[in-house]
């Protein structure tokens, strides 16, 4: 936070406590009236005592409507509307309620889609919540915190074997549009649900097609009872949008504070930075770089110090975080990635090029880094993986000297084939997740070059063959990486014996 942002917040808290203490003198009882409306911000005067993050409520003719203050000035006090804004009108009464912005958490919203307000959107019933919880909240301390130490796995090889992550860790998915990024981010997700972890899939400014088809594949492939989808297409409000990964992140942290692992996968952050800047200028606050306010990097940088890894004493649950964030034409340096870079654990970055070559994902391992999930990676597959991430380096680097056309040794040419199997084995579809065992079994042929037998077209079939084989056939192997152990020269038996029965 820099120094400007962190007096600004320090004003706003003491300027709000002081008001919740003397809320229950006449001032709550004062009613303003909305002078003007745009794009969900309102103007409204006479609210000479409304604090600022104060949670304010307009009247309208189908019911009040909750609005934030966060601009306050001497005569008139600007908020962001959070639910519908259309019927609203100039000359509404605009009452204070005394009270900082909460949201509803609790069991019951377990399996739903709702609004960040708790609005529900899959035509199910009211939500009754267990509580409601500030929509911002102090990150965890210091002293709270755990190192990240289990693994967060996908079923994806690229990720589980290259770049893989740990629970409690912020990983930046970033890539140009169409790349595949929410489809990575929902194989994740459904691997965790089915592990027992609660995932929450938080849709900013979404288009509500896409939306939907991301609903419906969790509903599908993953345990939708641990799921929740809090959602605001770009048609909803500003404030709706704007609040909703503040909101979500609580959902998440009354969970984690119950001892559950969550993840939460937010969707998407340069669109969130987007709806900042329209607010912040609809708020008159002075614009910087691109027309962003100077407060967009704490913004973010807020929202994700609160993920982490929880310390034994507190808990141990942990909650995990996948930003996602669209590129335009690759550029990782424009503002908004690079912040967003700077702010997490590392990144995943999606390709285009890779995209049109067929490598789907299109993971960029170069590019991408995974800086803690290292540690957390289970024993078996950090033996497994081996040095596969610097072979498959290296076979890049001969890749593009072999297409200039560079006379090649024996050696190099079994290393370049071996590297296009390393790549084949990446390609996966969705819903095509590997088994923490597939993952050893496939990482062993490829380690052990058995792979290498297998025209490059039936790597892809070879590896979907010894997923199922393994856990049928030798179901040690799930149990000891289960267990925690690492590969020992048994299990790499075993492993060579079911490779090599299934190799033609
Ligand atoms: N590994 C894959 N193999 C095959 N098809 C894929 C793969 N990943 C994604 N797709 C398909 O590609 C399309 C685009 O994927 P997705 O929506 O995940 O991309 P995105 O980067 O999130 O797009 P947007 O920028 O629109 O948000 C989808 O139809 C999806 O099913
Ligand atoms: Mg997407």
Same mark, same amino acid.
């Given at each position: 936070m820099n120094d400007q942002a962190a007096e600004t917040s320090s004003r706003w808290r003491l300027r709000l406590a002081q008001a919740v203490a003397n809320s229950s003198g006449p001032s709550l009882s004062e009613v303003g009236r909305v002078r003007e409306m745009n794009d969900g911000v309102v103007v409204v005067e006479g609210l000479t005592r409304a604090a600022s993050e104060e949670m304010l409520t307009i009247d309208q003719p189908g019911g009040p409507v909750s609005a934030l203050a966060l601009s306050l000035s001497l005569n008139e006090v600007r908020c962001l509307v959070l639910g519908d804004e259309a019927g609203i009108a100039a000359g509404a009464a605009v009452r204070r309620t005394g009270q900082v912005?909460?949201?509803?958490?609790?069991?019951?919203?377990?399996?739903?889609?709702?609004?960040?307000?708790?609005?529900?959107?899959?035509?199910?019933?009211?939500?009754?919540?267990?509580?409601?919880?500030?929509?911002?909240?102090?990150?965890?301390?210091?002293?709270?915190?755990?190192?990240?130490?289990?693994?967060?796995?996908?079923?994806?090889?690229?990720?589980?074997?290259?770049?893989?992550?740990?629970?409690?860790?912020?990983?930046?998915?970033?890539?140009?549009?169409?790349?595949?990024?929410?489809?990575?981010?929902?194989?994740?997700?459904?691997?965790?649900?089915?592990?027992?972890?609660?995932?929450?899939?938080?849709?900013?400014?979404?288009?509500?097609?896409?939306?939907?088809?991301?609903?419906? %594949?969790? *509903?599908?492939?993953?345990?939708?009872?641990? =799921?929740? $989808?809090?959602?605001? &297409?770009?048609?909803? /409000?500003a404030g709706s949008q704007w609040l909703l990964p503040f909101a979500a992140?609580?959902?998440?942290?009354?969970?984690?504070?119950?001892?559950?692992?969550?993840?939460?996968?937010?969707?998407d952050l340069v669109k969130h930075?987007?709806?900042?800047?329209?607010?912040?200028?609809?708020?008159?606050?002075?614009?910087?770089?691109?027309?962003?306010?100077?407060?967009?990097?704490?913004? %973010?940088? *807020?929202?994700?110090?609160?993920?982490?890894? =929880?310390? $034994?004493?507190?808990? &141990?649950?942990?909650? /995990?975080a996948l930003p996602i964030a669209e590129l335009q034409a690759g550029n990782l340096t424009a503002y908004i990635p690079t912040n967003l870079v700077s702010i997490t654990d590392g990144q995943i970055l999606m390709d285009a090029k890779l995209w049109q070559s067929g490598q789907r994902p299109a993971i960029n391992i170069g590019l991408s880094v995974s800086r803690i999930g290292g540690n957390a990676q289970s024993p078996a597959l950090r033996k497994g993986a081996g040095q596969i991430r610097l072979d498959y380096a290296q076979f890049l680097d001969l890749e593009s000297f072999a297409r200039f056309g560079g006379a090649m040794e024996a050696d190099a040419l079994l290393r370049l084939e071996h590297g296009k199997r390393i790549r084949a084995a990446m390609v996966q579809k969705p819903g095509k997740r590997l088994s923490q065992a597939g993952t050893l079994a496939i990482l062993r042929a490829i380690t052990s070059?058995?792979?290498?037998?297998?025209?490059?077209?039936?790597?892809?079939?070879?590896?979907?063959?010894?997923?199922?084989?393994?856990?049928?056939?030798?179901?040690?192997?799930?149990?000891?990486?289960?267990?925690?152990?690492?590969?020992?020269?048994?299990?790499a038996i075993s492993l060579d014996q079911l490779i090599s029965n299934l190799l033609p």
């Amino acid at each position: 936070m820099n120094d400007q942002a962190a007096e600004t917040s320090s004003r706003w808290r003491l300027r709000l406590a002081q008001a919740v203490a003397n809320s229950s003198g006449p001032s709550l009882s004062e009613v303003g009236r909305v002078r003007e409306m745009n794009d969900g911000v309102v103007v409204v005067e006479g609210l000479t005592r409304a604090a600022s993050e104060e949670m304010l409520t307009i009247d309208q003719p189908g019911g009040p409507v909750s609005a934030l203050a966060l601009s306050l000035s001497l005569n008139e006090v600007r908020c962001l509307v959070l639910g519908d804004e259309a019927g609203i009108a100039a000359g509404a009464a605009v009452r204070r309620t005394g009270q900082v912005l909460k949201v509803p958490v609790g069991d019951s919203l377990l399996g739903r889609v709702i609004g960040p307000m708790g609005t529900p959107l899959d035509g199910g019933g009211p939500i009754v919540p267990g509580d409601h919880w500030p929509a911002e909240r102090e990150p965890l301390t210091i002293a709270d915190r755990a190192h990240v130490c289990r693994p967060l796995e996908t079923g994806l090889l690229a990720i589980d074997a290259l770049l893989p992550l740990g629970l409690g860790q912020r990983q930046l998915i970033i890539g140009d549009r169409r790349t595949g990024k929410t489809t990575l981010a929902l194989e994740a997700m459904v691997a965790q649900s089915l592990r027992g972890v609660i995932v929450i899939y938080a849709a900013i400014g979404q288009r509500a097609s896409a939306t939907a088809n991301a609903i419906e %594949h969790l *509903r599908q492939f993953a345990d939708f009872s641990n =799921v929740l $989808a809090v959602v605001a &297409g770009p048609d909803d /409000s500003a404030g709706s949008q704007w609040l909703l990964p503040f909101a979500a992140t609580t959902m998440a942290e009354y969970w984690v504070s119950h001892g559950r692992d969550v993840l939460i996968v937010y969707d998407d952050l340069v669109k969130h930075a987007a709806v900042h800047r329209q607010v912040s200028l609809l708020l008159r606050q002075a614009p910087g770089r691109e027309a962003f306010p100077g407060d967009i990097f704490h913004l %973010h940088a *807020r929202l994700l110090e609160r993920a982490g890894q =929880v310390s $034994a004493s507190k808990g &141990g649950a942990s909650l /995990s975080a996948l930003p996602i964030a669209e590129l335009q034409a690759g550029n990782l340096t424009a503002y908004i990635p690079t912040n967003l870079v700077s702010i997490t654990d590392g990144q995943i970055l999606m390709d285009a090029k890779l995209w049109q070559s067929g490598q789907r994902p299109a993971i960029n391992i170069g590019l991408s880094v995974s800086r803690i999930g290292g540690n957390a990676q289970s024993p078996a597959l950090r033996k497994g993986a081996g040095q596969i991430r610097l072979d498959y380096a290296q076979f890049l680097d001969l890749e593009s000297f072999a297409r200039f056309g560079g006379a090649m040794e024996a050696d190099a040419l079994l290393r370049l084939e071996h590297g296009k199997r390393i790549r084949a084995a990446m390609v996966q579809k969705p819903g095509k997740r590997l088994s923490q065992a597939g993952t050893l079994a496939i990482l062993r042929a490829i380690t052990s070059k058995a792979i290498d037998r297998l025209p490059i077209d039936q790597v892809g079939a070879f590896r979907e063959q010894l997923n199922l084989a393994v856990g049928d056939r030798t179901p040690a192997i799930p149990a000891a990486i289960a267990a925690g152990d690492t590969l020992s020269d048994e299990m790499a038996i075993s492993l060579d014996q079911l490779i090599s029965n299934l190799l033609p």
